[in-house]
């Protein structure tokens, strides 16, 4: 697979995953589906190393993702709109630490 597919793959499991623990973190389903989709990513990421382009990119994505689903399931799941900032913040922060744990950058 293309290191652009890797990316956009990682993007959008880990931009998912960070949708259900920002949205959902008191369900344990919730959690473990985002675990799964972590581990998945994760996986793919240890393939290879990665420049800071990539990187960057991966989070764009991935927020992008994000973004997306929490703006959809807010209504959905009857949580306030004026909380989609947080959720999105906390999305955001997850979608960092992932980057910082799992994409090793080239030198």
Do not use: Q
Request: hydrophobic fraction near 35%; glycine fraction near 6%.
């Amino acid at each position: 697979m293309s290191k652009k597919k890797e990316i956009r793959e990682m993007a959008n499991l880990v931009g998912n995953s960070a949708a259900h623990i920002a949205l959902l973190s008191d369900s344990e389903f919730a959690l473990k589906e985002a675990s799964t989709y972590t581990e998945d990513a994760a996986e793919t990421a240890s393939s290879r190393t990665w420049g800071g382009s990539d990187i960057e990119e991966f989070r764009e994505l991935a927020l992008k993702r994000a973004s997306s689903e929490i703006g959809e399931r807010v209504e959905r799941y009857g949580l306030p709109k004026s909380k989609i900032g947080d959720f999105i913040s906390r999305a955001e922060k997850y979608i960092c630490l992932f980057a910082e744990s799992h994409l090793e950058k080239k030198e």
